[in-house]
């Protein structure tokens, strides 16, 4: 167990005692006392994407290693960015500007604002796009990021909702053509939402013609992303040895060439705010991979 999960196991065992409704916040992640079946507050608390207008400031990196795409308060990015160092520059996306606030005011003080931004837009908005991307020079533009990160979106699991929910065929060609990534990883924990995301992906990249890579393949670019991609998938495979290969059948993915590989673990070995209350509370995280050829 590592320091945070046993940061968290003591947090569940001291909270547990408490009445009702008491909370306690431990390695960043808030636990609540009756959390048996809850996922906490600050996770569910949703904003409608259409709510949020303004367009977000211009980024200016050359180059995006790693973009989170509904970072809320920008913890998984934070730690993404200290674990593979100032060579890998980390991006946080998030409707909730109040949080996108905090984020870049702590990378301001923690030193590490030349390598780690956070910007609050709609990530379902083309024109916020266009602003994030703003004074990109050709060269930069052309290079696409390595690794984008849609991890636990929020379900809005109204029919009501279908338009707020994040990933849908429009989001999905948006973000494929402006980031063309290498490795797009998804995660939830519904796996109903889940196994729609990952549809939704494949069928939008075939159509777009894009190509799966192979793992190995993938070895070729060697950047800090990739050994740890490739570090990670081989513990998966370890694990698919011993456990079985994940397979969903809810994903139909007849005459798809792009298809994801499955995975038990984070391919970046580490996990969100979220993934961590889902492993406090045993639920199943569901993962996939979509490894891919970058095109220029
Ligand atoms: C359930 S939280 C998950 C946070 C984090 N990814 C994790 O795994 O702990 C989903 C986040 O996605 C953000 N989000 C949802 N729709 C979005 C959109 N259209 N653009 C940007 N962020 C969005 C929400 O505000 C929320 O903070």
């Known amino acids: 167990m590592c320091h945070r999960h046993r940061k968290l196991a003591v947090a569940a065992e001291t909270a547990g005692g408490e009445g009702a409704g008491a909370a306690d916040e431990v390695g960043n992640v808030t636990i609540p006392a009756n959390a048996t079946k809850r996922i ?3 996770h569910k608390r949703m904003t409608n994407p259409e709510s949020v207008q303004a367009p977000p400031e211009p980024l200016l990196f050359d180059q995006i290693d790693v973009i989170d795409i509904g970072c809320a308060r920008g913890v998984w990015p934070r730690e993404v960015a200290a674990k593979l160092g100032s060579s890998t520059t980390c991006v946080g996306l998030e409707l909730r500007s109040e949080l996108v606030k905090a984020a870049n005011a702590e990378a301001v003080d923690a030193g ?3 390598h780690l931004r956070f910007r609050a837009m709609n990530c379902k908005s083309e024109a916020h796009w266009d602003a994030l991307f703003e004074g990109r020079t050709e060269s930069s533009s052309s290079t696409g990021v390595s690794f ?3 991890q636990f979106p929020d379900p809005w699991a109204k029919a009501r909702h ?6 849908d065929p429009e989001f999905a060609a948006l973000t494929l053509k402006r980031l063309r990534p290498k490795y ?3 995660s939830s924990d519904r796996q109903d939402l889940f196994e729609e995301m990952v549809s939704v992906y494949a069928e939008v990249l075939d159509g777009m013609g894009m190509r799966p890579k192979s793992v190995v393949d993938a070895q070729e670019g060697e950047s800090e992303v990739d050994r740890e991609v490739l570090k990670n998938l081989a513990a998966n495979s370890d694990l698919d040895a011993k456990d079985g290969a994940l397979t969903y059948d809810n994903v139909s993915l007849e005459g798809v060439t792009c298809r ?3 995975l038990h673990c984070h391919p970046l070995g580490i996990g969100t705010e979220r993934d961590l209350v889902c492993e406090h509370l045993h639920r199943k995280v569901n993962r996939a991979l979509f490894v891919l050829e970058q095109q220029n």
């Open 184 to 186: 797009l990883y998804l």
């Open 260 to 262: 994801p590989v499955y």
């Open 112 to 114: 590490t604002d030349k």
């Open 148 to 150: 984008v990160a849609i």
């Open 40 to 42: 906490s507050a600050s």
């Open 162 to 167: 279908l338009r707020r929910r994040l990933v």
